[in-house]
């Protein structure tokens, strides 16, 4: 399993404290740092099943420069907004982790970090 943090974060800070809790063994992904690329956010979307515009942080000030809340959300759009990600990385909601059985979602809840070692079955180190 991966987690894609951004160290200053408290929601990631929380789940990397599950994570270790539960002796789970997980790589990091600093994504500020090591930027996905455009087909690793495409792939993550895939996983995750959500749109771009759903992982999309349009509360950041980069976002508002962009003037990302206007942006339209179809499928014509959908290219543009992973760009964006792509490009500014601080976009991206976080922690996001991928568990084992392909799957991955936004584990900004205790909750959601134990939906994703449940998802990626024994990780025990």
Do not use: F
Not at 5 to 18: E, F, H, M, Q, T
Not at 52 to 73: H, K, N, Q, S, Y
Not at 111 to 117: F, G, K, N, Q, S
């Amino acid at each position: 399993m991966e987690i894609w943090i951004n160290p200053a974060c408290s929601k990631c800070r929380g789940a990397l404290d599950v994570l270790d809790a539960e002796g789970a063994a997980y790589t990091v992904r600093r994504y500020l740092e090591d930027v996905p690329s455009t087909e690793e956010i495409r792939e993550l979307l895939g996983r995750l099943g959500l749109e771009p515009w759903d992982i999309a942080r349009t509360g950041e000030d980069v976002a508002g420069e962009l003037g990302m809340r206007e942006w339209a959300r179809d499928t014509e759009a959908r290219e543009r907004w992973i760009s964006a990600l792509a490009e500014h990385p601080v976009l991206i909601q976080r922690p996001v982790i991928t568990a084992e059985d392909g799957t991955a979602l936004v584990a900004r809840s205790e909750e959601a970090v134990r939906d994703a070692l449940r998802r990626s079955g024994p990780t025990s180190v």
